[in-house]
């Protein structure tokens, strides 16, 4: 059973940081690709980052800079470092397993960054 559970989410001031962390299971994670998105309220999930098996990065504009995504294989995580928070990074944080694979969520955890 596939399996992602994001953890580390919480409550900051902006210029602040937080390190979210995406613990997987089910699948052969290593070759995986694994992104976050994130959904602010009344608003669409959007993309924020992904990592490939081969351990290439993309980042949403908004992003680029202030996070970094980074996996460890030998514990199946991913990891995203968010660094210069900014309030308009407020929203519930999703780990996913991105194409080629079957496309699989996390619950979700909370980010919120206040002034």
């Known amino acids: 059973q596939v399996q992602l559970v994001e953890s580390g989410g919480g409550l900051v001031q902006a210029g602040g940081s937080l390190r979210l962390s995406c613990a997987t299971s089910?699948?052969?994670?290593?070759?995986?690709?694994i992104g976050w998105y994130r959904q602010a309220p009344g608003r669409q999930r959007e993309f924020v980052a992904r990592?490939?098996?081969?351990?290439?990065?993309n980042y949403a504009d908004s992003v680029k800079g202030r996070f970094t995504i980074s996996r460890d294989n030998t514990k199946n995580t991913v990891t995203l470092q968010m660094n210069s928070l900014k309030v308009e990074d407020t929203a519930v944080y999703y780990c996913g397993r991105l194409p080629p694979g079957g496309i699989a969520w996390g619950q979700g955890t909370q980010v919120t960054v206040s002034p």
């Open positions: 990592i490939s098996s081969d351990g290439t990065t």
């Open positions: 089910g699948f052969t994670f290593s070759i995986a690709v």
